[in-house]
């Protein structure tokens, strides 16, 4: 008998030794991780969404991405958006239908997983920062209700809980964002208390099942969202997540402001700025409106330590453009970008590809035609305005879901409200997001 039991210490050793090489091959420190929320936002000079492409809905992974109009996203336009000086780009994904759900565990078509990780791959070669969320995710978006809740939170643990481990190994430059606009089927409407609960829970998951799957995830920046994106009423119903790792929250709204200028299809005015007021504008919506807009987002959170960023703002090419209405949308999309930053709030342009004017145009570039731009203006008064500096000092406020716990370098929580390291073994461990070593 001992020869059995000496081979089976042996191949004990040798189930540990796999096992902490796993565990190891997984962990990271904070200094893989190294900006907190405030120095990776403020190192976004101006962002760009990808938009209308991989959030695109069809049933095949193989021509998703095209469904919308839009072709396939190629390295050379990646380039040109860098090129024209955006250092952030936004891309918006749908993983349903590409993903199957059973018995608590998603898996996500290979093919998809697979596209959509090369196009984070044409960012990240430019050396650009890249947000990745849930998209069009109407399971999700238009059930945030008491009935639907058990099942819809099922499923979103397991979601995330894939897409965690899918993209673990990436740097700090990818950021994941919980959800997109979050609203009832048809109705954009003010939230009520209940839809507030549900999409705050939608956080609180979002940010428990990253935090989870450890190793760099326990220090990426993750970006929640008010209901609906809203960037006004949304403030009210809004509760920051409890996150185990301070310092590492943004906050996301949606900003088409003012609304009758920047996405009103009906269009009741195209020019916009008190200097353009004898073309006809909305009197009470011009430049000291946008300072309202973005004093109470810096108030509710730039303020209390949380960098927020517009995820979708710009405005349409209005029809029958003159050189004056021109002029006009150069002066907003600069006064714009300009103020949002002087609030501490990172901006980021919608472009769908819609090279048209009216509803909708909110295309940038010409994804057709070489990424050429559709004009010779916007996107120099994008890049003028984004000239403009960030506040240079933020008070984080510590968001931990209690004061001083513990946790090992795999998230696990070992300490609670701890005064001191006394009686842990030797080892490094983690405490307020900073790293500890007992000796």
Known sequence: MQPFKILTMKRLSTILLALMVTIIGKSATVVDMPSDAKQLAYNMTVGWNLGNSLEAYSSSASTSETDWGNPKTTQAMIDAVKDAGFN????????????????????????????????????????????INTHHELWLENHATYADSASVFATERALWTTLANAFADYDEHLLFAGTNEVHLDGNWDECKTENAIVQNKFNQIFVDKVRESGGKNLYRNLIVQTYSCNDSWGITHFTVPKDPTSGRLIVEVHAYEPYSYAMNPGEPYKYWGTKYSSYGIESWSQESYLNNVFSKLKTAFVDKGYPVIIGECGAIRHTSPTTAMNESRAYYLKTFISKAKSYGIVPFLWDNGSTGTGEESYGLFKRKSSMSQVDNFSVAAIMEGAQTNYPTRIEYVDNTVTENNIYTLQGVMIKKNASNMDGLPKGIYLMKGKKYIVK
């Open 88 to 131: 952030a780009i936004r891309i918006p994904v749908r993983w349903y239908p590409h993903f199957s759900y059973y018995n608590g565990t998603i898996t996500i078509d290979a093919t998809w997983l697979a596209r959509v990780k090369e196009v984070i791959g044409y960012c990240i070669k430019d050396g650009l920062y890249v947000i």
